[in-house]
């Protein structure tokens, strides 16, 4: 049997007794969560829950009143500009792509370096090192390739069916080669099939995945764990048979999901 590391137990993203007031409101109370590298952690509750305040704690959009944050076991204070080269990725709920600018070019934008080198060698007239533009055209295709839209490369976004335009968005957030990926509702406006594609092709991303979803079936196959919150307080924490068996949770949540 192999020795346990300890260091294991500080890799990937760790929140703990994370609170967000705003005025006299508690949008997230004693929140504390772990999203170990290669896992799927899934975030459950109802509209106002804090699911959303959650990911943006995450993402430095919303800095926490209270509790810690933590990614490999070195404290995160993440800025949203910086988040790339720190190695985290998101993607919206919608798809917020660029009508005017190809598939591929979408893509493109998720990199650090393509917002330099690329956007301002287009916008500007800036030269760029060839080198660099290839292997950021390369990423972008096996992003593209990954997701199983690489055919739509230099097709305008507008005309595309919006499950293929939803794997685009997914594609600009894996070209960053994130270690962790927010997903934010990332089945919203989905078919049945799309769902249950995009559930295969979420499971064989391979690094962590921290995911806010509506659709429970996709949840509760895709999921290692998941996190249920009501008014920004933790009800539950487990794998998913464990929620499901969950008294409070099946008649809170699950209940009105079905």
Known sequence: ?????????????????????????????????????????????????????????????????????????????????????????????????FGGLSVLDNVLAGTDHAARAGFAAALFGLPRSDRDERRLRDDAMEALRICGVAEYADVLPGGLPYAVRK?????????????????????????????????????????????VEHHMDLVMKICDDILVLDFGKPVAFGTPDEIRTNAAVTDAYLGEAA
Do not use: W, Y
């Open 167 to 211: 794997r685009v968005a997914l594609a600009r957030a894996l070209v960053a080669k994130p270690r962790l990926l927010l997903l934010d509702e990332p089945a919203g406006g989905l078919g049945a099939e799309e769902i249950t594609e995009l559930g295969q092709l979420i499971k064989g991303l391979g690094c962590a995945v921290l995911l």
């Open 1 to 97: 049997m192999a020795e346990h590391d300890p260091d294991d137990d500080n890799q990937g993203l760790a929140l703990h007794r994370i609170g967000v007031r705003f005025g006299g409101l508690v949008a997230l109370d004693d929140v504390s969560l772990r999203v170990p590298p290669g896992r799927t952690v899934g975030v459950i509750g109802p509209n106002g829950a804090g699911k959303t305040t959650l990911f943006n704690v995450v993402c430095g959009f919303v800095p926490p009143t209270g509790g810690s944050l933590t990614l490999d076991g070195r404290p995160l204070r993440p800025k949203p500009h910086q988040l790339t080269r720190i190695g985290i990725a998101r993607t919206l709920q919608g798809v917020g792509q």
